[in-house]
Nanobody, 124 residues
Framework: QVQLVESGGGLVQAGGSLRLSCAAS????????MGWFRQAPGKAREFVAS????????YYADFVKGRFTISRDNAKNTVYLQMNSLKPEDTAVYYC?????????????????WGQGTQVTVAS
């Protein structure tokens, strides 16, 4: 019912910045919140940030507070993740996801739709 396509990943040096985009299409009217997750090789997919589709509520994982900012453009059906002060440990595939429930959802199981992911590599 909804398709999510991430873009904006790439290779950056430590301390650099990237802005990820997630474009949603299809029946998006039931979306409650959008989130970003990441998954490094050999590790579980982990929550990064989420934003309510209406209003200003944002929720962040502790390890990205002060460095990453999630935002949205409802007119474009797009959510963004601005990543600053990137560290090598931020290297992962970053996924956009849609939640039908809560903007504070941090578990993979609380999201029903996922994008294909975009690779972020931070060189040390």
């Amino acid at each position: 019912q909804v398709q999510l396509v991430e873009s904006g990943g790439g290779l950056v040096q430590a301390g650099g910045s990237l802005r990820l985009s997630c474009a949603a299409s299809g029946r998006t009217f039931s979306t409650y919140a959008m989130g970003w997750f990441r998954q490094a090789p050999g590790k579980a997919r982990e929550f990064v940030a989420s934003i309510k589709w209406s209003g200003n509520y944002r929720y962040y994982a502790d390890f990205v507070k002060g460095r990453f900012t999630i935002s949205r453009d409802n007119a474009k059906n797009t959510v963004y993740l601005q990543m600053n002060s990137l560290k090598p440990e931020d290297t992962a595939v970053y996924y956009c996801a849609r939640s039908l429930t809560t903007a504070q959802a941090t578990a993979v199981e609380e999201y029903d739709s996922w994008g294909q992911g975009t690779q972020v590599t931070v060189a040390s």
